[in-house]
């Protein structure tokens, strides 16, 4: 895919709306000059989401999560930043160029692959009408899902179709409306033997796979007969626009709840995440009775780092479970197990219980790995000691593939709390196993723990430290509201009167005195400021709304809300004149300047003063040490006299 070009994000971001992208996911309330809902972050009765289309950014109060609209989109949809654009540009109708031409294998690729995306909607719309509008339809497949439990708007929402059960009906279809018999191969909707071609599906009921933006990837079809010779299901065929173990039923569906809840509930059938969302609980998703791999984690982890597996209580089935739980592990992610009764499973349960009693039954019934784990493996074997220790053994190497230092040492202890075993014997095991994985990832097969440094400083220094902060967030937001705007200034040894930018003059000044700011963003965002001055531009702030890092885009959101968040005790304590400062801006940049002078020189004296206090210290050092912070009270008394006249004036 081609880089889309600076100028076209720059058309992008500048036609769309912000207020009209939110309201399409959030209900927005006017309250102002801004826009006002239930945050789509997390589960809320008071409205904390606000939206500010003057100034076209977000803020979520509730969450910290702010930034523009590609932000949103990124947070909501889970997209990547060019996806982002890409469905900017398709709603608002603005074209992205292809700043690298396709190869031809490329284009032909992509024609493929829009070529499949098409004939699996035309058969998605296809079977559905056959299930709701054809006489075999309605009498059997239709019969099925009512029998089956599911409600109409239900069987609409998942799109559930019925492939007739005749030999060629859709392939017919197809041909007749000129799709290519070899795409109804490639996305195995057509199978063909010697002259004959058949379709894949007849007979069957239809469960249509979504990718995570909805578009139809393939389909999972089940017999409705009783002959144990048939397989109950088939599954579309991995093609370039569908990969069972890349790919979750249900999560085009899901990933909103996933999001607001916080967990993924992972199921086995398609059936078991239609009763699901029936009775009301949507942030659940379904491997499709594929074992459960390291993609379809990673596809949940953009959503959520805590998974619940649902399980049917088939013993066979939980223990070759095992295998995924140290997959969900092994990628850093939490994960829960509920079991459900004996001749029970999520499908079954949800239809024959309220969602409250289901919610219920969920969280009272959850259960962490470890018990989960001792549970099963213990089953029989409670009196062998051998037994025993392999079961203790298997539930530590679960742990060690846990990447977080941290995390493994509280179920280290857990562990030997559990099966009252000595903490150390427990640390060993973990230490041998986690030598043995790293030897596998690493070039030497070196295993030792970081060293954690002291970091203690007293606490008037951390004090002046946090003081120092404000100032560095105050001068960055004035840079980035302000930072074009020219003000008169006096350069220079010769004090000679010269027009500056507000950038170039905050810039220039803390070059002059070689400072430089604490706070890795604000370090980055001066940093682009100045790069940008040695290029010759004064970046606005909405070339750092168009970043693609958007962690930066949510920080220097969160600073435009700042001023509007400020109390009048801030504005009394750190001389920030929020009201007037665009009146008189050389007054605002002045003060602000010199209050960040000031509190760095206060700050350096006290850690002087911290260092005074070292009684190993030689004559020498300390005369040193103390000439150093005479040079420091004078300079701040010189800064002293600038503040007071700064502030009078």
Known sequence: MSKISSFVIEEIMQTSRIEEVIGEFVQLKRAGSNLKGLSPFTDEKTASFVVSPAKQIFKCFSTGKGGTVVSFLMEKEHYSYPEALRWLAEKYGIEIPNDVAPTAEELAQNTERDSLFIINEFAREYFAKNLLHSEEGQAIGLSYFEERGFRRDIIEKFQLGYCLNKADDFTKTALGKGYKLEYLESVGLTKSKEEKKFDFFRGRVIFPIQSISGRVLGFGARTLQNDKKI????????????NKSQILYGLFFAKGDITKYDECLLCEGYTDVISMHQAGIQNVVSSSGTSL?????????????????????????????????????????????????DGEDPDSYAKGHSRDETVHFLAENKKDFITFKTSVLLAGGQNDPLHKANMIK???????????????????????????????????ELIRLRKNILSKTMNEPIFRDLEVQNTAAPRQILQEKKTVLIYELELIRIMLQFGTREIETLVGEENEARKLTVVEMICHELTNDELSFQDPFCQEIHGLFVQGINEGIIYSV?????????KLVNFISNLETLESELSPNWILKFNIFTKTEEKDLLQTVSNLLCNFKYNKVNEHILSLQDKLKNPALSNENMMDILAEQMAYEQVKKVLTGQLGRIILK
């Open 231 to 242: 397989a109950k299901y088939f599954n579309s065929p991995d093609s370039i626009v569908y």
């Open 293 to 341: 791999t390291k993609e379809q984690i990673k596809l949940i982890s953009r959503y959520t780092k805590n998974i619940t597996i649902l399980f049917d209580g088939d013993a066979a089935g939980i223990k070759a479970s095992f295998r995924g739980i140290d997959l969900i592990l092994e990628e850093g992610m939490n994960v829960k197990v509920v079991l459900f009764p």
């Open 394 to 428: 298997e539930i530590i190497h679960s742990v060690s593939l846990i990447p977080d230092h941290i995390t493994r040492s509280i179920y280290a202890k857990e562990i030997a709390t559990h099966f009252d075993i000595a903490d150390d014997m427990v640390s060993n």
């Open 542 to 550: 909405s070339y750092f709304q168009n970043l693609e890092d958007q």
